[in-house]
């Protein structure tokens, strides 16, 4: 190499920019030589070659050789473009110096005559965009691109100014190319977890590589969606050559992309940096995202999950948000202002009927990030739909916490993703969210492919040790004992307690007044809202009298309990105003959407509102997006026709009147009261008290229950058969469950204690022997349901709401059957006849029939009729798992055919044990004993009709097993 083409390769691997005269603002991270000079002055775009002057035409050549040497071989038009061989080198020079001598042999680039988008090919026959194998790099002609991301971003760049930008970033995308080719970037967890991006058959009917992204803004243009590598050479453009490397005004620093995309600029920078190819600055100051953020005052990190209420089954799956703690700092924000994220399918005012279970389960709406407020969560979750919520803290290092923030502002702008209910739901957002932050490329894989559970998510994420911000090591997510109450849930509470409150005052107050006070409290079970309110005038005065008739030594004391009876009242009807105001709002929903007439806020109007909203930064800072559904659906009700309501929607709606008017003269006599005699009470520590009454009940519940939910459950069991016939035989069982949860279980991650789900649960039974096993029988419950919760006295409009209920679908076998097949539904209502503290201890009921379907080889026959069960649960010292159960039920029915009755009888007695944990495994020994009968009076024999005698056909079968679970 000559002394002067030597120095020319060393001057262009070291330049800044010249295709512009002002100097350029350098992209994240990449400094730049300004004392270098340009190797030649900036051609003007279009100046033919044979006008240059014969000392800028030498030059150009000088420039083109240098290329070469580069490893850029530019031949026929490109070699005579000074235009483009500008750009080169200004490409080149966005890119860190080790960066630009290349892997992968010399770059041909091909100059095209005719126009294409941006100048690049589109990869077909007509417009390639590489050949020889990645060899040659085909460009053309500058034309403006349609692509709204591209366009939106660039709209205040002159022609000119658009051209070079994507010639520099034409070079930059091969450059990068052929690092990825050597490198694998685009190959690693780093780098393929921020958009999701799936392996062909990583999961079912995935035949190809996709992202779990599907908003194209998601990317930095269309082609990035085809590939991780495509994703990671086109944001590489958007990283190296930014917009404002053009023009420092073409974009505010909010909107520019070391703002907008943390996750993806970082992982990047990673990359180079630890390929050994320089290290890239820190991001500069973002305001609007720095503002936001308050990273200085950012306390933790929590998961919520929005619980069952027990007689709802329709919520039983529950659902995850995310909730950034931040400590209060010189500006105070109220708890209704803390901010949530919610992991939502973007639904808006569809019809929640057939067709809205179909597309929620086919994919037909989004999963959005939506970040909203507390008193949001508040209004629907815990008044509306009558869901308390779970807290549990996630032990995040300080790293990962900062960029769990820039997580939550890059995915509430660009992160839309198809919506399935078994499979992409609220829980494979949030660990679609957290593996994007979590350090050294660590994952949580989701608990299931064809089903992922919100409770079964929670397992996943507490078995992870890590050690967080405060040292030790320790679960990824830990319980905080101190739950969101729903005003259902709390006035559960304030029943007990104001109760008490009354049992304590019978010593220390006056006998007549008291009793009045004590009639007054059950007219206060009243589902009637109007003798409610009558109570509650008359409230102050008999209180006021109550306290009167108190010991002077005991004055202060009685004061307190009475203050505290009334609270409990108040919260009582709070609760009732917010059921009522639920039942309103789901009656306007079904006249506003009876009239199938459009309304704003449907789903697909509603996921593009939210991306344009979201499109630039600087109009979203001046504008408030109503993100809020319950906010969307009331502003739509304020203008929409409606239908007129039934006649039993009218009687909802003004028992709903009546309600509030209730409420409303408890607060009022809750007053009177506070300004009268309940006036030297504080009402702070009372609410301090409360509280830690609460809290200290959830602490010592929290440390007797198991972690674990009752997702994915596997039981072996070994025990002996002794059937009616024959000899007693070994057997082995085998049980698993995608979900089973018994009554009375206290699970930190399961549903409510009061409540029963089994989901595919199912055992099969066989006899060991020589050779193959023999089946002895199977049981699978498809779905099962029962629930012991029941209405408080004043929230009853029937009889049902003060009993349980269940229902189930069952199949089941037993060779040793005539017809050994069966399908079996039943359902029940349960009567409890005794509960403890969180049912640990109970006894019910059930009343109710049976449908079913016999079948063997031959012959199908259908049967129905009565059944009555009896089930209980005895809480045993130790642990919250540890309990004796006894299950029976007797059927009687009558198959078609027969003449006469079948009479079934089952009864199960079982022992629930905890011994603790053995490693990272929690052993869980259940030994049980069960007597399973079936008879039928019949004739002895033709003539044995004219006599009374007869004799049972019975098949009967008992079984001691003990079981074995590993969690």
Sequence with gaps: MSLRGGWLLGLLLALPVGARPEPMRAPLGVARDESASHPGEPVPRGEPLAELGGASLQRLRERVRALRHAGWVLTGAAAEDAFLVSEIEA????????????????????????SSPLGLGDGSEARPDWTEEGARLHLYRYAPSSERRVTVRMSRLTDVESEQLWRRRAVVHAVVRRWDAAREWSRTVRWRRLSGWLKPLERPLVWKEQSRLEFAGAFSRALGQGSAALDLVTFAEEMFVPVESLRADALSEDEQVRCQEFSKSRALAELVESSGLGALGGRGVCPAFDAWAEKDMLSHV?????????????????????????????????????????????????????D??????????????????????????????????????????RGEEERMLERIWELERRGYMGYYFFTDNCATALLFMLNGVLEQERQVRPPGVLWVLPTATL??????????????????????????????????????????????????????????????HERLQSPDPDSRRQVYEALPEVVTRVLDSAEPARRSEVRDTLHAYVAHVVRVERAAVDRMDGERMAIERQRLLALQTPVEGAAEAGVLERQRIFEREDALQRKLAVLDRTAVFEEAMATAARRPPTSEELKRLVLAERTEAAFIQATEAQGTLSDGVFAEVDP?????????????????????????????????????????????????????????EALGDSRQHGFQSSSELRVLD??????????????????????????????????????????????????????????????TVQAEALVVVDEGARFSRFTAVGVGGLARMNWGESMMRPAAGPRVSLAHRTGLPGSGANAVRVEAAYAPTWRLGDTHLTHEAAATLQMEWWLGRVGPFGVLLTPRAQVRWEGSFAPRSPLASRSPSTEWNVVAERRLALGLELR
């Design 762 to 823: 199912g055992e099969l039974s066989l006899e060991p022997r020589w050779g193959t096993p023999r089946v002895v029988s199977t049981d699978m419950t498809l779905v099962g349901y029962r629930t012991l919760q029941r209405e408080l006295p004043q929230f009853r409009d029937s009889a049902w709401d003060s009993l349980g209920w269940g229902a189930e679908a069952r199949v089941t076998s037993d060779p040793e059957r005539t017809m050994p097949y069966r399908a």
């Design 91 to 114: 490409g080149l020079a966005a890119l860190p110096p080790a960066m630009r001598r290349f892997p992968g042999g010399p770059l041909e680039v091909v100059l095209h005559p005719e």
């Design 302 to 354: 929590e998961v919520l999950l929005v619980a069952a209420t027990g007689r709802q089954p329709e919520s039983l799956f529950g659902h995850l948000l995310l909730r950034p703690v931040w400590r209060e700092g010189a500006q105070v924000r109220g708890p209704s202002f803390e901010r949530v994220v919610q992991l939502v399918a973007l639904t808006g005012m569809e019809s929640k009927g057939l």
């Design 684 to 740: 702070v520590a009372f609410l301090g008290a409360d509280h830690r009454r609460k809290v200290d009940a959830e602490t010592r519940w929290a440390a007797s229950a198991l972690r674990e939910s009752g997702a994915a459950r596997t039981v072996v069991s070994v025990g002996m058969d002794f059937p009616s016939t024959g000899e007693a035989r070994p057997v082995v069982s085998v049980r698993t469950a995608g979900m089973a």
């Design 459 to 520: 397992d996943a994420l507490a078995k992870v040790e890590v050690v967080g911000k405060e040292g030790p090591a320790g679960p990824l997510l830990e319980l905080i004992p101190d739950a969101f109450e729903s005003t259902g849930e709390r006035a559960v509470r304030a029943d007990t307690a104001r109760r008490e409150a009354l049992e304590s005052l019978s010593s220390h107050v006056g006998a007549r007044e008291l009793s009045r006070l004590l009639r007054l």
């Design 356 to 397: 809205y279970v179909v597309k929620g389960m086919t994919g037909a709406y989004d999963t959005v990030f939506l970040t909203g407020t507390m008193g949001d969560l508040t209004h629907e979750a815990l008044e509306l739909e009558q869901r308390t919520i779970r807290r549990f803290r996630l032990r995040l290092t």
